[in-house]
């Protein structure tokens, strides 16, 4: 199994800032996946970052708002641009295991915005 | 598109009492299928998963799933249940796509609350 560092792992911002999200896996993977989990709901991918290649980002995530970098292997960043209060959510990290579809998540990000 | 329907948002069982948490799937082909848990501040364990073969899985924990193919579901179930199995539980969905491009779909989720 992989052991994932997320951080922050909650912080407090101010509308219309930006806050980048660090990602630390303890092994090299190939792709990392980003998801967002707004409050009672499920989560949503945002986009699945391959190392040396731009991100994919899936239906209603733009690069401009969330910006991603995957410099390395073991390592990714997440950036919430501009944000507003509707940007509240856990930012959650993850990597697949041997198994597809197996995704091992970090403890999440948790981001409120006023 | 793969998608997952969880129906219960919320259920209530008394400790050592039989669980069950319904989940329906909608793919096109034959899907993988999981369940994860996320117990409070944490990020999400994977439970058990589903590629092919049996049909009832046994994941960690003491849980076990049965996919059932004319139902579209993939219930999960645990035989009695423990105070420390309170916790969100996630159903998902998971699809390949061309390019290797992969996908997993998750569910809305199911809170589970056990009373002594």
């Known amino acids: 199994s992989a052991v994932i560092s997320q951080k922050p792992s909650r912080d407090i911002c101010q509308r219309g800032t930006s806050l980048t999200i660090q990602c630390q896996v303890d092994?090299?993977?190939?792709?990392m996946f980003w998801y967002r989990q707004q409050p009672g709901q499920s989560l949503t991918l945002i986009a699945t970052?391959?190392?040396?290649?731009?991100?994919?980002?899936e239906s209603g995530f733009v690069i401009d708002k969330f910006p991603i970098s995957r410099p390395n292997l073991t390592f990714s960043t997440l950036t919430v641009s501009n944000m507003s209060p509707e940007d509240s959510s856990i930012y959650l990290c993850?990597?697949?295991?041997?198994?597809?579809?197996?995704?091992?998540f970090g403890e999440g990000s948790r981001l409120t915005v006023l | 598109a793969q998608s997952v329907t969880q129906p219960d948002i919320h259920i209530t069982v008394s400790e050592g009492a039989s669980l069950e948490l319904r989940c329906n799937y909608s793919?096109?082909?034959?899907?993988?299928l999981f369940w994860y848990v996320q117990s409070p501040g944490q990020g999400l364990q994977l439970l058990l998963k589903?590629?092919?073969?049996?049909?009832l899985v046994q994941g960690i924990k003491g849980f076990e799933a049965e996919f059932k193919r004319s139902q579209s579901s993939f219930n999960l179930r645990k035989p009695s249940v423990h105070w420390s199995d309170a916790a969100e539980y996630f159903c998902?969905?998971?699809?390949?796509?061309?390019?290797?491009?992969?996908?997993?779909?998750f569910g809305t989720g199911t809170k589970l609350q056990v009373i002594p």
């Open positions: 589903y590629f092919s073969g049996d049909t």
């Open positions: 993850s990597v697949e295991g041997l198994a597809y579809g197996e995704l091992f």
């Open positions: 970052a391959n190392q040396g290649s731009e991100a994919t980002y």
């Open positions: 092994s090299q993977v190939t792709m």
């Open positions: 998902a969905v998971g699809a390949s796509y061309s390019g290797g491009y992969q996908k997993v779909t």
């Open positions: 793919y096109g082909a034959t899907p993988y």
